[in-house]
Protein backbone atom coordinates (compact mmCIF):
# COMPACT_ATOMS: atom_id res chain seq x y z
CA UNK A 1 0.00 0.00 0.00
CA UNK A 2 1.52 3.64 -1.10
CA UNK A 3 0.30 6.42 1.03
CA UNK A 4 0.48 10.45 -0.04
CA UNK A 5 0.18 12.87 2.29
CA UNK A 6 -1.32 16.17 1.45
CA UNK A 7 -2.57 19.54 2.76
CA UNK A 8 -0.28 20.86 4.84
CA UNK A 9 0.68 24.52 5.03
CA UNK A 10 1.61 27.95 7.04
CA UNK A 11 -1.54 29.08 9.10
CA UNK A 12 -2.07 31.40 11.92
CA UNK A 13 -3.00 30.60 15.15
CA UNK A 14 -6.99 29.58 15.76
CA UNK A 15 -7.08 28.73 11.61
CA UNK A 16 -7.92 25.65 9.71
CA UNK A 17 -5.96 22.94 7.66
CA UNK A 18 -7.28 20.41 6.17
CA UNK A 19 -5.03 17.18 5.53
CA UNK A 20 -5.64 13.82 3.06
CA UNK A 21 -3.76 10.77 2.57
CA UNK A 22 -4.56 9.10 -0.97
CA UNK A 23 -3.95 5.22 -1.18
CA UNK A 24 -2.92 3.23 -3.77
CA UNK A 25 -1.57 -0.34 -4.35
CA UNK A 26 -4.07 -1.98 -2.05
CA UNK A 27 -7.20 -2.75 -0.64
CA UNK A 28 -8.18 0.16 1.38
CA UNK A 29 -10.98 -0.86 3.30
CA UNK A 30 -8.61 -3.48 4.90
CA UNK A 31 -6.85 -1.13 6.67
CA UNK A 32 -7.76 1.12 9.70
CA UNK A 33 -6.16 4.67 8.99
CA UNK A 34 -4.08 6.79 11.68
CA UNK A 35 -2.32 10.09 11.67
CA UNK A 36 0.86 10.90 13.93
CA UNK A 37 3.05 13.76 13.87
CA UNK A 38 6.53 14.75 14.42
CA UNK A 39 7.74 17.83 15.67
CA UNK A 40 11.33 18.95 15.60
CA UNK A 41 13.64 17.06 18.06
CA UNK A 42 10.81 14.83 19.29
CA UNK A 43 9.09 11.56 19.03
CA UNK A 44 6.79 10.79 16.56
CA UNK A 45 3.05 10.68 18.50
CA UNK A 46 0.05 9.43 17.76
CA UNK A 47 -2.59 11.99 16.38
CA UNK A 48 -5.90 9.93 15.14
CA UNK A 49 -7.14 6.77 14.16
CA UNK A 50 -10.37 5.50 12.73
CA UNK A 51 -11.70 1.59 11.78
CA UNK A 52 -12.08 0.43 8.58
CA UNK A 53 -15.74 1.09 8.33
CA UNK A 54 -15.34 4.82 9.93
CA UNK A 55 -17.32 3.67 12.80
CA UNK A 56 -14.68 4.40 15.21
CA UNK A 57 -12.45 6.62 15.90
CA UNK A 58 -10.63 8.09 18.80
CA UNK A 59 -7.65 10.92 19.34
CA UNK A 60 -5.09 12.19 21.43
CA UNK A 61 -5.95 14.15 24.04
CA UNK A 62 -4.37 17.05 22.99
CA UNK A 63 -6.55 17.30 19.89
CA UNK A 64 -9.58 15.98 21.52
CA UNK A 65 -12.41 18.80 19.84
CA UNK A 66 -10.41 20.12 17.90
CA UNK A 67 -9.33 17.33 15.18
CA UNK A 68 -11.47 15.45 13.31
CA UNK A 69 -10.62 11.84 11.38
CA UNK A 70 -12.71 10.34 8.40
CA UNK A 71 -12.25 8.24 5.46
CA UNK A 72 -13.69 8.28 2.31
CA UNK A 73 -13.32 4.23 1.13
CA UNK A 74 -14.30 5.15 -2.33
CA UNK A 75 -11.93 7.68 -3.03
CA UNK A 76 -9.40 5.83 -0.66
CA UNK A 77 -8.96 8.78 0.94
CA UNK A 78 -8.18 9.56 4.61
CA UNK A 79 -8.61 13.32 6.18
CA UNK A 80 -7.91 14.96 8.78
CA UNK A 81 -9.13 18.17 9.95
CA UNK A 82 -7.70 20.42 11.83
CA UNK A 83 -9.16 23.56 13.60
CA UNK A 84 -8.41 25.62 16.35
CA UNK A 85 -4.77 24.84 15.78
CA UNK A 86 -2.16 26.17 18.11
CA UNK A 87 1.80 26.83 17.46
CA UNK A 88 2.31 23.39 19.65
CA UNK A 89 0.52 21.64 16.57
CA UNK A 90 3.46 22.46 14.22
CA UNK A 91 5.19 19.62 12.88
CA UNK A 92 5.34 17.23 10.09
CA UNK A 93 2.11 15.23 9.67
CA UNK A 94 1.95 11.55 8.73
CA UNK A 95 -0.50 9.05 7.69
CA UNK A 96 -0.09 5.42 8.41
CA UNK A 97 -2.28 2.02 7.59
CA UNK A 98 -2.32 -0.70 10.11
CA UNK A 99 -4.20 -4.12 9.93
CA UNK A 100 -6.02 -2.86 13.20
CA UNK A 101 -7.15 0.24 14.89
CA UNK A 102 -4.29 0.92 17.14
CA UNK A 103 -2.70 3.67 18.35
CA UNK A 104 0.98 2.27 18.86
CA UNK A 105 4.04 3.39 16.03
CA UNK A 106 4.52 -0.24 16.24
CA UNK A 107 1.21 -1.83 14.71
CA UNK A 108 1.37 0.74 11.53
CA UNK A 109 2.55 -0.97 8.67
CA UNK A 110 2.40 1.44 5.85
CA UNK A 111 3.48 5.14 6.16
CA UNK A 112 3.31 8.00 3.76
CA UNK A 113 5.56 10.60 3.45
CA UNK A 114 4.47 13.29 5.62
CA UNK A 115 3.53 17.15 5.10
CA UNK A 116 4.53 20.09 7.10
CA UNK A 117 2.02 22.10 9.27
CA UNK A 118 3.08 25.32 10.79
CA UNK A 119 1.07 27.07 13.00
CA UNK A 120 2.22 30.66 13.81
CA UNK A 121 1.35 32.55 16.90
Known amino acids: VQLQASGGGLVQAGGSLRLSCAAS????????MDWFRQAPGKDREFVASISWSGAHAFYADSVKGRFTISRDNAKNTTYLEMNNLKPEDTAVYYC???????????????WGQGTQVTVSS
Open 96 to 110: SASSRLSSWLRDQEY
Open 25 to 32: GGTFRNYA
